[in-house]
């Protein structure tokens, strides 16, 4: 055998030709051989054969065969049949598609005998999964095995078997489909079949596929095809709630969900970036929507990525945010969804930002302050978890008692009296509550805003932890006389507060604030303040009100207003004839008898309050008459009486004691039970009738007063 330019070549020789005539002579030989068609090949083979007799060429006619190469042909289609190809397109994650196998065609007017044919196609079982539905259908028309046409395009899978295992789907012919391709009718046209095998996307990503074909022992590989599929971004709202104002360190942050914070301090809600697998959906769109819960203030935001090694990067510019009443909205912009699109594919893994909102947390609200943001991402949206702080403010007292602890809010009371205001610190609302260093370095104060023209400024003050009844220290009080004599840290506080204050006012400071939240606030301790606060002398009448302040983290509370009235006296004294007319400043000669109307100002005790040390000093009232000109008998003593002039009747007089001192020219009503006295005839005026005689020889002006004593308190009649 050797090799020529257009092939091959080989020679049948005998090798004693007369011995070999003298054996073969006569008769015909054939000479037979196989050979087996190169893969890859198409075309025509010609051949031909020369029999040499003794230097005499006789050639054979040339024969010639037509070669069509197997050739697989691999496709996708979204369903069997579809003459639409959908190789190397973008599908969704979990959607079905069909691989077309395209068989080799058998060409007609063929010589050759499908004896096997199979194909078997490795699925990427990674990111696709086969369903187990598949289809062979004829490629051309077929005759069948009853002599009738079977149709390109009918479905012809009972005439296959379809096997899956270990990843490998395979399809063989069965011998009755081989046996209709090899008949002669069939065997003179064109022959082929598509099979289509259904495969579900799992995973996102490129899947490359190709198929082999086994057609009598010659295995042929298909062309490749693929497609992509991008994993779909399903919003994921995830919130936080810390304490302060944070923006680094953001997944190493404290959370404070569930716990109580305290009013005026600021937290930071934490808007949770999702993770962006490889191979993400391309972000086109980028939204949150925070609606603040009654109790929260906005203050602003940031925005970082944080990616898994904890590095951040800022990127607040990328966002925008709008306001709406107590909504905020945060939209991404384009630069920021360049950053979160790695290439065309999404080829890395990304991070959506993390939006710190911040916020103030209201001063006058009670209660629990719940809080969940909507994240959208492509049109689709998520709810996020609820995250829940609970506020609670002070609710300072003020009580207002006298120096025998009773309570005189709104009563009236005498000159030369005391005012003890307890001041009640209600710093266990907030135990166990979380504040940051700047709220607690605000500050802890009392601020009472006293009447300075009715009392005077405080000598003395003491605190008591209501816990242990003990007395405490670690505080300063300090008085102004006004606003402008105070620090700049006390007037900005009041400020900050709209606490106007009026003249003098006192403040009592907690002088570490640290230490104090640490003694008091945290652990749940109330304090009460003890200010005893004397009228001054020169208030004699009218009514004051007052109220203080409780200042917890720089933040002002106001106390209930207290009030009292200091007692007005005002006696009187007159003189009338005997039809009840007014003598005063008139003549009047020896012997006349004068008949003084003197009134005991009792209307000023309708709602009084008293301590035993007032009481001890008396409630009286008397006449300091001129014994040198009126001389007064046991008649005239006699004729005196107390007239109540709201019931125009005598009052009992058991209940009052008159002492008269003649040498002195005085007498003297004295009430024998004050207390009882005030609370018979408190409210009303008393008419004191009182006669005396003009002495023979009295010459000059006859000059009388009376004056009224209210516990050590004297007030004199003209």
Excluded: C
Aim: charged share 30%; hydrophobic share 30%.
């Amino acid at each position: 055998v050797t090799k020529t330019d257009t092939g091959f070549k080989f020679t049948v020789k005998a090798k004693d030709a007369k011995k070999f005539l003298e054996t073969y002579g006569g008769q015909k030989l054939n000479i037979s051989y196989n050979v087996k068609v190169l893969d890859g090949v198409n075309g025509q083979i010609s051949n031909i054969a020369i029999q040499n007799n003794f230097g005499q060429s006789y050639k054979t006619e040339t024969i010639k065969n037509e070669i069509k190469d197997i050739n697989p042909h691999k496709d996708i289609v979204i369903n069997a049949g579809d003459t639409t190809s959908i190789d190397g397109s973008t599908v969704p994650l979990n959607s079905t598609y069909n691989y077309k196998l395209e068989s080799s065609d058998l060409s007609d007017n063929r010589a050759t005998v499908a004896n096997k044919w199979s194909v078997n196609d490795k699925i990427d079982v990674e990111h696709v999964a086969t369903t187990n539905q598949w289809k062979v259908l004829a490629r051309y028309d077929l005759v069948g095995k009853d002599g009738k046409t079977i149709k390109a395009g009918t479905d012809i899978s009972t005439l296959f078997e379809y096997n899956y295992k270990d990843g490998v789907v395979t399809i063989t012919p069965k011998v009755d489909y081989l046996a209709l391709v090899n008949n002669d009718k069939n065997r003179a046209t064109k022959q082929g079949w598509d099979a289509y095998v259904q495969v579900k996307v799992i995973k996102a990503g490129w899947v490359s596929n190709t198929f082999n074909e086994n057609f009598n022992d010659d295995e042929d590989k298909s062309n490749e095809v693929k497609t992509f599929s991008f994993d779909p971004i399903n919003p994921k709202g995830d919130k936080d709630v810390n304490s302060g104002e944070v923006s680094d360190n953001l997944d190493k942050q404290v959370s404070i969900n569930g716990k109580q914070v305290v009013p005026g301090d600021t937290v930071s809600f934490q808007l949770k970036g999702q993770p962006l697998v490889p191979y993400h959906e391309t972000v086109k769109e980028f939204k949150a929507e925070d609606t603040l819960s009654e109790g929260l203030e906005y203050l602003g935001y940031k925005a970082f990525i944080v990616g898994d090694d904890g590095k951040q990067v800022d990127v607040t510019s990328m966002i925008k945010a709008t306001k709406s009443d107590k909504t905020v909205t945060y939209i991404g912009t384009e630069e920021l969804n360049k950053l979160l699109n790695s290439d065309e594919y999404n080829t890395k893994a990304s991070k959506t930002p993390t939006i710190v909102l911040y916020a103030k947390v209201a001063k006058y609200f009670n209660g629990k302050i719940d809080n969940n943001y909507k994240l959208f991402i492509n049109g689709k949206s998520d709810i996020s978890n609820t995250v829940e702080i609970e506020n609670k403010t002070p609710n300072p007292a003020k009580e207002d008692k006298n120096e025998d602890g009773v309570d005189i809010n709104g009563k009236s009371i005498p000159r030369n009296s005391t005012n003890v205001f307890y001041l009640h610190w209600n710093a266990s609302q907030y135990k166990d509550a979380i504040a940051t260093k700047d709220a607690i370095q605000k500050g802890f104060y009392y601020v009472d805003d006293y009447p300075d023209d009715a009392l005077q400024a405080p000598a003395e003050f003491d605190i008591k932890d209501d816990t242990t009844g003990k007395s405490v220290d670690g505080f300063t009080t300090m008085n102004y006389a006004s606003l402008e004599d105070a620090p700049k840290e006390i007037q900005d506080m009041l400020k900050a507060n709209g606490i106007e204050v009026k003249g003098a006012f006192v403040v009592i400071k907690a002088n570490d604030p640290q230490k104090f939240f640490d003694t008091y606030v945290k652990a749940g301790h109330n304090l009460t303040i003890e200010l005893p606060l004397t009228l001054r002398d020169d208030f004699n009448a009218g009514s004051y009100k007052n109220r203080a302040f409780e200042i917890d983290f720089g933040e002002g509370y106001p106390t209930n207003e207290v009030e009292n009235t200091v007692i007005k006296n005002t006696p009187d004294k007159d003189v009338v004839d005997d039809n009840g007319k007014s003598v005063k400043d008139k003549y009047v000669t020896a012997g006349d008898i004068m008949h003084y109307v003197g009134t005991w100002d009792l209307t000023g005790y309708k709602n009084f309050a008293l301590t035993k040390g007032q009481i001890a000093k008396g409630l009286s009232i008397f006449d300091d008459y001129d014994e040198n000109i009126l001389e007064v008998n046991d008649l005239n003593k006699q004729a005196l009486t107390i007239i109540d002039s709201t019931t125009n009747k005598a009052i009992d007089m058991s209940m009052v004691e008159v002492n008269w001192d003649d040498a002195h020219g005085k007498w003297t009503v004295s009430a024998k039970d004050p207390q009882k006295f005030l609370e018979t005839y408190g409210g009303h005026a008393l008419k004191i009738n009182f006669f005396a005689k003009v002495k023979k020889d009295a010459k000059g002006d006859i000059k009388n007063k009376i004056v009224q004593n209210d516990f050590g308190n004297e007030t004199e009649t003209d």
